[in-house]
Structures are given as structure tokens and as C-alpha cells.
T-cell receptor, first 115, second 115 residues
């Protein structure tokens, strides 16, 4: 699969503030992206996904924005809480495999929530 | 079960030894995936099962790695002649069908340390 990477390795945010985690991708044909949250000692947990025919998708306290022109997506977390502290990955399926769960992951961004 | 279960949680082995890592997927999930996650990196795909058969083993790094899923449920990842570079967290994930955009659920991983 094509590379999926992140801009910032660590992000420190005060509790209650909004967090923005960025991700760049290189394959312009990519049409599906997923954000995962991984807490220490646990496996990745699905947060939200977005298809390339959308620019924005909202969940509970989370929003994903997709800018296909610059091949960039972001995860916004509103009113960040201590429980949001984790490593966040963007991921995309390998192309033409018939399954959305054979994934290529970026390196990850560690979100640290300070009180 | 309620989630994907992996055993053991931690495994320390000596260089050159053989190890087996077990994954018990969510009941009814036909697709099962193994990933490897090195420290500070995102998970890397190893192998994907659809039912009992390995649909895609393109991520296995070499012939020391092998995985089976004889009854289409529990899977075992086997590593022969372990090397220090095999030290990582091995993650298992399962999804309902493996086709389309079905969500993959990850286990907590097995941390393998080769000394």
C-alpha cells in the first residue's frame, strides 16, 4: 500500500480544548480512510471513517476532514478529555484487495491531555 | 466471546526458540488478520484469513513465520528460530466478513520479547 504518515509525533492539549491531529497520504486513488485510537497496552480501536466522496464526517465529539486536493485528512476532537490520551493512527486499506481491513497505518500521533 | 482475545499477553523467549501466539476472534467473524507493531510504529499487516484459508500472506516477512486457522475460528501465529528483531507486539483483528467496509476489531496484542 501507499504510505500514510502523520505530521506531529506528539500533541499536548489542555483538558477542555479542541485537538487536531493531522495525516497526509500519498496515493491520490485512495478512497477510504479510518482513524484509530490506541491506548497503552491495548489494540487499536476504530473511531471514525470517511470515504473520498465526502469532505467531512462527524461523530460523537470527533470530526474527520478530508482534503483530497492536498491529500490530507485531520481528526478533530472537541472538548478533549483525559480519556482521550492515546496514540491516534490514520489508516487506509491496501488498494484492490477486496477487504477494507488489510490496512496500512501511519506512524501515529501521541495525544497527551494535560489538566 | 465479547472481543478478540489474544494469549499470552506477554511472551519472553530466547533467540532461536519457537513460539506460538494464539488469537480467539469474535464469534461469527469469518475474517481474521495478524499485524505486527514495533515500538513507536503503526501496525504492519502480516496475513489475512477468510475462513480457514489464508487469503493473503504477503505481509509475512520470511518463511520463519507461519499462521494457521484450521477450523475457521482460532488462529495461531507460529514463529520459528526467533530473532531479536522479531520482538514486537503482535496484534490480531477480526471482522464479520472481510469484504466491503466491515469494521475490524483488534485484540490487546501479545508482546513478544526475544532475548
Amino acid at each position: 500500500g501507499e504510505s500514510v504518515g502523520l505530521h506531529l509525533p506528539t500533541l499536548s492539549v489542555q483538558e477542555g480544548d479542541n485537538s487536531i491531529i493531522n495525516c497526509a497520504y500519498s496515493n491520490s486513488a485512495s478512497d477510504y480512510f479510518i482513524w484509530y485510537k490506541q491506548e497503552s497496552g491495548k489494540g487499536p480501536q476504530f473511531i471514525i471513517d470517511i470515504r473520498s466522496n465526502m469532505d467531512k464526517r462527524q461523530g460523537q465529539r470527533v470530526t474527520v476532514l478530508l482534503n483530497k486536493t492536498v491529500k490530507h485528512l485531520s481528526l478533530q476532537i472537541a472538548a478533549t478529555q483525559p480519556g482521550d490520551s492515546a496514540v491516534y493512527f490514520c489508516a487506509e486499506p491496501y488498494a484492490y484487495t477486496g477487504t477494507a481491513s488489510k490496512l496500512t497505518f501511519g506512524t501515529g500521533t501521541r495525544l497527551q491531555v494535560t489538566l | 466471546g465479547a472481543g478478540v482475545s489474544q494469549t499470552p499477553s506477554n511472551k519472553v523467549t530466547e533467540k532461536g526458540k519457537y513460539v506460538e501466539l494464539r488469537c480467539d476472534p469474535i464469534s461469527g467473524h469469518t475474517a481474521l488478520y495478524w499485524y505486527r507493531q514495533s515500538l513507536g510504529q503503526g501496525p504492519e499487516f502480516l496475513i489475512y484469513f477468510q475462513g480457514t484459508g489464508a487469503a493473503d500472506d504477503s505481509g509475512l516477512p520470511n518463511d520463519r513465520f507461519f499462521a494457521v486457522r484450521p477450523e475457521g475460528s482460532v488462529s495461531t501465529l507460529k514463529i520459528q528460530r526467533t530473532e531479536r528483531g522479531d520482538s514486537a507486539v503482535y496484534l490480531c483483528a477480526s471482522s464479520f466478513s472481510g469484504t466491503g467496509d466491515t469494521e475490524a476489531f483488534f485484540g490487546q496484542g501479545t508482546r513478544l520479547t526475544v532475548v
